[in-house]
């Protein structure tokens, strides 16, 4: 079923709903096309174009940033899927195989942004350039896939929030509905909740990009991808409060820990520049 499949249909009190068509595309035989992995490609397609156009408007190599690009996908899609298992394992403990199959879903993005700065970190060392300067072109068009990438868990019916019967509400298949609430039919899109934060985040540090290259002396290079990730974190710390479908480490929720650590890390980040007026450590050329 294609894009126009897309039900927004009016409830019973007519408030608009969100319901998926299906993860699926189009079958052919054993070959099935899946939104998951569609959106992934455009997300990649599009955020490495961003990139590059940045990187050319800081005086970077778009050649780099585009190999860079190959490091970050190796980097970070088997990290994204092994901290999802490896939080999950419960799920594939009888079928260890499908842990492979990563087009039906399940990575986690924190485990992606992770695998991600290890790849980048690793690719600046080896090429002797400043991780820091080409962590702040990648950014924005990071930001931008991950409110992309976002819509995948809505065709896949999951990462979806607590019962509501807000106007924006969407409607989850019993499958998909979490033990005790097989007839609740409607939940909140938190998957559009953190698409929408997403975009707030990559305006404001596209924002920033653009005002830094009219003001090079006064913002500092990393302040991009600290902005990036304390805002980010920030969202996604209130944002996974409301999820049912959270990766839990006992009582607590991973996510949740992670995106404290980001802001921590974000604004200890800043402060170490602005107020300490100190250059972030890196593995710039000639250091």
Same mark, same amino acid.
């Given at each position: 079923m294609g894009l126009a499949g897309i039900e927004l249909g009016l409830a019973v009190n007519g408030l608009a709903q969100l319901a998926s068509p299906g993860p699926i595309i189009f079958q052919l035989g054993p070959l099935a096309i899946r939104w998951y992995g569609l959106l992934i490609a455009i997300a990649l397609a599009i955020g490495i174009t961003l990139a590059q156009r940045l990187a050319q408007r800081r005086g970077l190599d778009p050649e780099a940033v585009a190999d860079l690009s190959i490091w970050?996908?190796? !980097? #970070?899609?088997? #990290? +994204?899927?092994?901290?999802?298992? +490896?939080?999950? &394992? %419960?799920?594939?403990? =009888? =079928?260890?195989?499908? %842990?492979? %199959? *990563? &087009?039906? !879903? @399940? *990575?986690?993005?924190? !485990? %992606? *942004?992770? @695998?991600?700065?290890?790849?980048?970190?690793?690719? #600046?060392r080896l090429n002797r350039l400043s991780f820091w300067a080409l962590a702040d072109v990648v950014a924005p068009a990071l930001v931008l896939g991950q409110a992309i990438g976002r819509w995948g868990n809505f065709f896949n019916s999951e990462a979806f929030g607590g019962p509501t019967n807000l106007p924006w509400r969407v409607y989850i298949p019993p499958a998909q509905r979490p033990p005790g609430l097989e007839t609740v039919e409607y939940y909140h899109p938190t998957f559009l909740y953190e698409s929408l934060w997403n975009l707030g985040v990559f305006a404001l540090v596209l924002w920033l990009f653009f005002w830094g290259l009219r003001h090079p002396e006064r913002l500092k290079t990393g302040t991009l991808f600290l902005v990036y990730f304390a805002t980010y974190s920030l969202g996604r710390l209130w944002i996974e409060g409301l999820r049912l479908d959270s990766l839990m480490l006992g009582p607590l929720r991973m996510a949740q820990v992670v995106s404290l650590t @980001? *802001?921590?890390l974000g604004v200890a980040g800043l402060l170490w520049l602005y107020v300490g007026r100190r250059s972030l450590p890196d593995v710039a050329k000639g250091s």
């Open positions: 970050l996908v190796l !980097g #970070a899609l088997p #990290a +994204a899927r092994l901290y999802y298992v +490896a939080f999950e &394992w %419960a799920r594939y403990a =009888d =079928d260890p195989l499908s %842990a492979f %199959a *990563i &087009w039906q !879903g @399940g *990575i986690a993005i924190h !485990g %992606a *942004i992770l @695998g991600g700065m290890l790849a980048a970190l690793l690719f #600046a @980001g *802001i921590a």
